[in-house]
Protein backbone atom coordinates (compact mmCIF):
# COMPACT_ATOMS: atom_id res chain seq x y z
CA UNK A 1 0.00 0.00 0.00
CA UNK A 2 1.53 3.61 -0.76
CA UNK A 3 0.50 6.67 1.61
CA UNK A 4 1.38 10.15 1.22
CA UNK A 5 2.05 12.13 3.66
CA UNK A 6 2.71 16.25 4.93
CA UNK A 7 6.32 16.03 4.50
CA UNK A 8 9.25 16.06 4.42
CA UNK A 9 10.29 13.08 6.86
CA UNK A 10 10.96 14.10 10.46
CA UNK A 11 7.77 16.19 10.66
CA UNK A 12 5.25 14.85 13.19
CA UNK A 13 3.05 14.16 10.03
CA UNK A 14 5.40 11.63 9.12
CA UNK A 15 5.68 10.39 13.08
CA UNK A 16 1.88 9.89 12.47
CA UNK A 17 2.00 7.83 8.93
CA UNK A 18 4.55 5.26 10.36
CA UNK A 19 2.58 4.79 13.14
CA UNK A 20 -0.48 4.02 11.44
CA UNK A 21 0.40 2.61 8.81
CA UNK A 22 3.90 0.80 9.74
CA UNK A 23 3.87 -1.46 6.47
CA UNK A 24 3.03 0.79 3.96
CA UNK A 25 5.52 2.55 1.37
CA UNK A 26 5.61 6.20 2.53
CA UNK A 27 5.62 9.29 -0.15
CA UNK A 28 5.66 12.61 1.01
CA UNK A 29 4.04 15.76 -0.70
CA UNK A 30 5.24 19.88 0.14
CA UNK A 31 1.56 20.80 0.90
CA UNK A 32 -2.05 19.69 2.10
CA UNK A 33 -3.46 19.85 -1.19
CA UNK A 34 -0.70 17.82 -2.95
CA UNK A 35 -1.23 15.24 -0.56
CA UNK A 36 -4.73 14.82 -0.93
CA UNK A 37 -4.40 15.11 -4.53
CA UNK A 38 -2.17 12.06 -4.69
CA UNK A 39 -4.88 10.03 -3.92
CA UNK A 40 -7.07 11.41 -6.65
CA UNK A 41 -4.67 11.23 -9.26
CA UNK A 42 -4.20 7.50 -7.85
CA UNK A 43 -0.40 8.11 -6.80
CA UNK A 44 -1.41 6.73 -3.68
CA UNK A 45 -3.67 4.69 -2.01
CA UNK A 46 -4.21 6.93 0.88
CA UNK A 47 -3.36 10.41 2.09
CA UNK A 48 -2.45 11.29 6.04
CA UNK A 49 -2.98 14.92 6.90
CA UNK A 50 -3.38 17.19 10.33
CA UNK A 51 -6.84 18.49 10.96
CA UNK A 52 -6.79 19.52 14.76
CA UNK A 53 -4.50 20.77 17.22
CA UNK A 54 -5.06 21.30 20.74
CA UNK A 55 -3.87 24.36 20.79
CA UNK A 56 -4.30 26.22 17.28
CA UNK A 57 -8.02 24.32 16.21
CA UNK A 58 -8.67 23.11 12.98
CA UNK A 59 -6.40 23.53 10.23
CA UNK A 60 -9.31 25.37 7.80
CA UNK A 61 -6.34 24.02 4.55
CA UNK A 62 -7.48 20.23 5.25
CA UNK A 63 -10.97 21.27 6.20
CA UNK A 64 -11.69 23.59 3.17
CA UNK A 65 -10.09 21.33 1.05
CA UNK A 66 -11.43 18.39 1.97
CA UNK A 67 -14.73 19.74 1.88
CA UNK A 68 -14.75 22.14 -1.15
CA UNK A 69 -12.46 20.37 -3.67
CA UNK A 70 -11.89 17.13 -3.04
CA UNK A 71 -14.35 14.67 -1.24
CA UNK A 72 -12.05 11.76 0.13
CA UNK A 73 -14.20 9.80 2.58
CA UNK A 74 -12.07 9.74 6.07
CA UNK A 75 -11.31 6.38 6.83
CA UNK A 76 -9.00 6.66 10.21
CA UNK A 77 -8.08 9.43 12.73
CA UNK A 78 -4.66 9.34 14.99
CA UNK A 79 -4.17 11.41 17.90
CA UNK A 80 -0.23 12.00 18.68
CA UNK A 81 1.07 14.20 21.47
CA UNK A 82 3.10 17.38 19.96
CA UNK A 83 6.87 18.33 21.65
CA UNK A 84 8.65 21.22 20.53
CA UNK A 85 11.77 21.59 20.78
CA UNK A 86 14.39 24.24 19.41
CA UNK A 87 16.77 23.04 17.41
CA UNK A 88 20.06 24.46 16.37
CA UNK A 89 23.46 23.28 14.19
CA UNK A 90 25.89 21.38 15.86
CA UNK A 91 28.21 24.54 15.03
CA UNK A 92 26.21 26.89 17.01
CA UNK A 93 26.07 24.22 20.12
CA UNK A 94 27.37 26.34 22.71
CA UNK A 95 26.85 29.89 21.16
CA UNK A 96 22.95 30.10 19.64
CA UNK A 97 21.67 32.32 22.47
CA UNK A 98 24.20 34.92 21.06
CA UNK A 99 24.50 34.25 17.56
CA UNK A 100 20.61 32.80 16.62
CA UNK A 101 18.66 35.66 15.38
CA UNK A 102 16.13 33.50 13.08
CA UNK A 103 13.75 31.27 13.74
CA UNK A 104 12.37 28.69 11.74
CA UNK A 105 9.26 26.41 11.13
CA UNK A 106 5.34 25.84 10.39
CA UNK A 107 3.24 28.74 11.70
CA UNK A 108 0.88 26.30 13.61
CA UNK A 109 4.62 25.24 15.52
CA UNK A 110 5.77 28.96 16.06
CA UNK A 111 2.34 29.93 17.26
CA UNK A 112 2.27 26.79 20.02
CA UNK A 113 5.55 28.46 21.20
CA UNK A 114 5.11 32.06 21.23
CA UNK A 115 5.92 32.28 25.11
CA UNK A 116 9.05 30.96 25.05
CA UNK A 117 9.98 32.67 21.54
CA UNK A 118 9.23 36.14 23.36
CA UNK A 119 10.52 35.61 26.67
CA UNK A 120 13.89 33.63 25.59
CA UNK A 121 14.60 35.25 21.87
CA UNK A 122 12.27 38.25 21.65
CA UNK A 123 14.77 40.24 19.27
CA UNK A 124 14.60 36.97 16.89
CA UNK A 125 13.00 37.40 13.89
CA UNK A 126 10.50 34.48 13.25
CA UNK A 127 10.25 33.18 9.39
CA UNK A 128 7.80 30.40 8.68
CA UNK A 129 8.20 27.17 6.81
CA UNK A 130 5.64 24.43 5.22
CA UNK A 131 6.30 22.19 7.92
CA UNK A 132 8.65 21.80 11.22
CA UNK A 133 10.75 19.11 9.44
CA UNK A 134 11.48 21.98 6.67
CA UNK A 135 12.71 23.87 9.44
CA UNK A 136 15.33 21.28 10.46
CA UNK A 137 16.25 20.35 6.81
CA UNK A 138 17.10 24.30 6.45
CA UNK A 139 18.57 24.27 9.92
CA UNK A 140 20.79 21.85 9.16
CA UNK A 141 21.98 22.66 5.72
CA UNK A 142 22.70 26.36 6.36
CA UNK A 143 25.06 26.34 9.63
CA UNK A 144 26.07 29.56 8.02
CA UNK A 145 23.00 31.36 8.94
CA UNK A 146 22.51 30.49 12.37
CA UNK A 147 18.81 29.71 12.25
CA UNK A 148 17.26 27.80 14.97
CA UNK A 149 14.22 25.44 13.80
CA UNK A 150 11.46 24.59 15.80
CA UNK A 151 10.34 20.80 15.19
CA UNK A 152 10.36 17.53 17.05
CA UNK A 153 13.06 15.04 18.43
CA UNK A 154 12.72 12.76 15.32
CA UNK A 155 13.38 16.05 12.96
CA UNK A 156 16.66 16.68 15.54
CA UNK A 157 18.30 12.95 15.06
CA UNK A 158 17.03 12.29 11.51
CA UNK A 159 18.57 15.97 10.26
CA UNK A 160 21.89 15.87 12.81
CA UNK A 161 20.75 18.84 15.27
CA UNK A 162 21.82 20.02 18.29
CA UNK A 163 18.50 20.23 21.00
CA UNK A 164 19.00 23.56 22.29
CA UNK A 165 16.22 24.00 24.76
CA UNK A 166 13.50 21.05 25.20
CA UNK A 167 9.40 21.24 25.52
CA UNK A 168 9.65 24.53 24.36
CA UNK A 169 5.37 24.77 23.98
CA UNK A 170 3.27 27.02 25.73
CA UNK A 171 0.74 24.21 26.74
CA UNK A 172 2.19 20.83 28.19
CA UNK A 173 -1.35 18.98 26.78
CA UNK A 174 -0.78 19.93 23.23
CA UNK A 175 -1.80 17.03 20.73
CA UNK A 176 -2.99 16.77 17.36
CA UNK A 177 -5.58 14.49 15.30
CA UNK A 178 -5.02 13.64 11.96
CA UNK A 179 -6.70 11.49 9.53
CA UNK A 180 -6.10 9.45 6.95
CA UNK A 181 -8.40 10.11 3.42
CA UNK A 182 -9.00 7.05 0.70
CA UNK A 183 -10.93 4.35 -0.14
CA UNK A 184 -8.71 1.34 1.89
CA UNK A 185 -8.03 0.86 5.22
CA UNK A 186 -4.74 -0.62 4.10
CA UNK A 187 -3.69 -2.09 7.57
CA UNK A 188 -6.21 -4.48 9.81
CA UNK A 189 -7.02 -2.77 13.37
CA UNK A 190 -5.51 -5.67 14.93
CA UNK A 191 -2.19 -4.71 12.91
CA UNK A 192 -2.14 -1.29 15.05
CA UNK A 193 -0.60 -3.06 18.32
CA UNK A 194 1.61 -0.23 19.10
CA UNK A 195 -1.76 2.06 19.22
CA UNK A 196 -4.48 2.50 21.42
CA UNK A 197 -7.91 2.65 20.06
CA UNK A 198 -10.49 5.32 21.60
CA UNK A 199 -13.71 4.58 19.92
CA UNK A 200 -15.14 5.68 16.58
CA UNK A 201 -16.94 8.76 15.00
CA UNK A 202 -18.85 10.11 12.33
CA UNK A 203 -17.84 13.19 10.37
CA UNK A 204 -21.14 15.09 8.78
CA UNK A 205 -20.56 17.79 6.52
CA UNK A 206 -24.82 20.11 7.17
CA UNK A 207 -26.05 23.16 5.40
CA UNK A 208 -29.07 24.58 6.84
CA UNK A 209 -31.79 26.11 4.98
CA UNK A 210 -31.91 29.88 4.42
CA UNK A 211 -35.52 30.89 5.21
CA UNK A 212 -36.28 28.37 8.55
CA UNK A 213 -35.62 30.13 11.17
CA UNK A 214 -34.37 27.68 14.26
CA UNK A 215 -32.67 25.15 12.43
CA UNK A 216 -29.73 24.53 14.15
CA UNK A 217 -31.39 24.05 17.67
CA UNK A 218 -33.70 21.25 15.48
CA UNK A 219 -30.73 19.76 13.57
CA UNK A 220 -28.86 19.38 17.30
CA UNK A 221 -32.13 18.51 18.83
CA UNK A 222 -32.43 15.33 16.29
CA UNK A 223 -28.74 13.78 18.03
CA UNK A 224 -29.83 14.60 21.14
CA UNK A 225 -33.17 12.73 21.71
CA UNK A 226 -31.20 10.06 20.03
CA UNK A 227 -28.48 10.40 23.09
CA UNK A 228 -25.99 10.59 20.16
CA UNK A 229 -22.75 12.29 21.66
CA UNK A 230 -21.33 15.15 19.62
CA UNK A 231 -17.83 15.84 19.99
CA UNK A 232 -17.26 18.56 18.08
CA UNK A 233 -19.04 20.99 15.87
CA UNK A 234 -17.73 23.70 13.91
CA UNK A 235 -18.50 26.32 11.27
CA UNK A 236 -16.98 27.19 8.05
CA UNK A 237 -17.55 29.25 5.45
CA UNK A 238 -19.60 28.13 2.34
CA UNK A 239 -17.52 30.97 0.12
CA UNK A 240 -20.98 31.51 -1.49
CA UNK A 241 -21.22 34.74 -0.18
CA UNK A 242 -21.17 36.66 3.79
CA UNK A 243 -23.19 34.94 6.30
CA UNK A 244 -23.24 31.37 4.54
CA UNK A 245 -22.19 29.04 6.48
CA UNK A 246 -22.40 25.13 6.51
CA UNK A 247 -21.54 23.31 9.75
CA UNK A 248 -19.04 19.95 10.43
CA UNK A 249 -20.01 17.64 13.04
CA UNK A 250 -18.44 14.94 14.89
CA UNK A 251 -20.18 12.04 16.41
CA UNK A 252 -18.77 9.77 18.48
CA UNK A 253 -20.72 6.61 17.04
CA UNK A 254 -19.96 4.53 14.02
CA UNK A 255 -22.40 4.13 10.94
CA UNK A 256 -25.18 2.02 12.58
CA UNK A 257 -28.51 1.21 10.74
CA UNK A 258 -31.06 2.86 13.30
CA UNK A 259 -29.77 5.64 15.12
CA UNK A 260 -27.73 7.58 12.90
CA UNK A 261 -29.40 6.89 9.70
CA UNK A 262 -32.51 8.33 11.24
CA UNK A 263 -31.11 11.14 13.01
CA UNK A 264 -30.14 12.02 9.21
CA UNK A 265 -33.48 11.65 7.58
CA UNK A 266 -34.61 13.55 10.48
CA UNK A 267 -32.03 16.50 9.11
CA UNK A 268 -33.19 15.96 5.99
CA UNK A 269 -36.82 16.33 6.21
CA UNK A 270 -35.77 19.83 7.93
CA UNK A 271 -34.43 21.38 4.99
CA UNK A 272 -31.26 20.97 5.75
CA UNK A 273 -28.45 19.19 3.60
CA UNK A 274 -26.32 16.17 4.43
CA UNK A 275 -22.95 14.53 3.68
CA UNK A 276 -21.06 12.33 5.40
CA UNK A 277 -17.49 12.91 5.14
CA UNK A 278 -16.50 8.89 6.63
CA UNK A 279 -17.58 6.99 9.65
CA UNK A 280 -13.88 5.39 11.19
CA UNK A 281 -11.74 4.43 13.94
CA UNK A 282 -9.91 6.19 16.33
CA UNK A 283 -6.18 5.83 17.48
CA UNK A 284 -4.00 7.42 20.29
CA UNK A 285 -0.46 7.67 20.00
CA UNK A 286 0.51 7.62 23.69
CA UNK A 287 3.10 9.77 25.27
CA UNK A 288 6.48 7.95 25.35
CA UNK A 289 9.33 8.99 27.98
CA UNK A 290 10.11 12.64 28.66
CA UNK A 291 13.09 13.61 25.97
CA UNK A 292 16.19 14.29 28.01
CA UNK A 293 17.30 17.29 29.63
Known amino acids: MKVGYLGPAGSFTHTAVRALYPDAVLKDYKSIPDTIDAVKNEETDAA ?24 LPIIKELTIPIRQHLLVHPLLKDSWQDKVKVIFSHPHAISQCHLFIREHMPHARVEYAGSTAAAAEYASSHPDEAVAAIANAGAAELYGLHTAS ?47 SGALHQVLSAFAWRRLNLTKIESRPMKTGLGNYLFIIDISREMDDVLLPGAIKEIEALGCGVSILGSYPCFLLEEKKPFPE
Open 166 to 212: NDINDYVNNHTRFVALGKNQGTTLAELKELKGTGSKTTVVITLPEDH
Open 48 to 71: LVPLENTIEGSVNLTLDYLIHHER
